[in-house]
């Protein structure tokens, strides 16, 4: 048995700090999401057309579920725990951003003010990203 495990073994090991060679993560996809459900909450308000107001609510909610996914990711396949002790603000900085894309942020508000809450916490995320990627 243990000469077909070496047989049959894995050769080289290799270690990345992400899933893919980096490059493919970046906070940008979940910022355009909020800026577009921010976009679709200033057009809300300034339209009374109820069927107009039905679509903005649908697609503010599919995209802030896209800015979850993206935080998501970021969370969970790109920082590492070398990042989260170099900024301990990070953990919570996630789950706030997230929840702000959730039930009682813009999934579940057409206030512009949610909207811009988002972008705030993809800033502070957006920066600390950087950040890591210069080391």
């Not at 894995?10 to 910022?31: F, I, K, M, N, S």
């Not at 790109?78 to 996630?94: A, C, D, I, N, T």
């Not at 809450?117 to 800033?123: M, R």
């Amino acid at each position: 048995m243990r000469l077909l495990s070496r047989i049959l073994g894995p050769r080289l090991e290799a270690t990345a700090h992400c899933d893919l060679p980096c490059g493919v993560y970046d906070p940008a996809q979940a910022r355009i999401e909020a800026e577009s459900v921010k976009a679709i909450q200033e057009k809300y308000q300034g339209n009374e057309d109820p069927e107009f107001r039905t679509r903005a609510i649908l697609i503010a909610e599919q995209r802030s579920e896209l800015v979850k996914h993206h935080l998501w990711v970021l969370w969970t396949d790109y920082f590492k725990p070398p990042h989260f002790e170099k900024y301990p603000q990070l953990h919570e900085l996630v789950n706030k951003a997230t929840k702000a894309a959730g039930a009682t942020g813009t999934k579940g508000s057409m206030d512009p003010a949610k909207g811009q809450e988002l972008l705030d916490y993809i800033a502070e995320i957006d920066k600390i990203f950087w950040e890591t990627k210069k080391g």
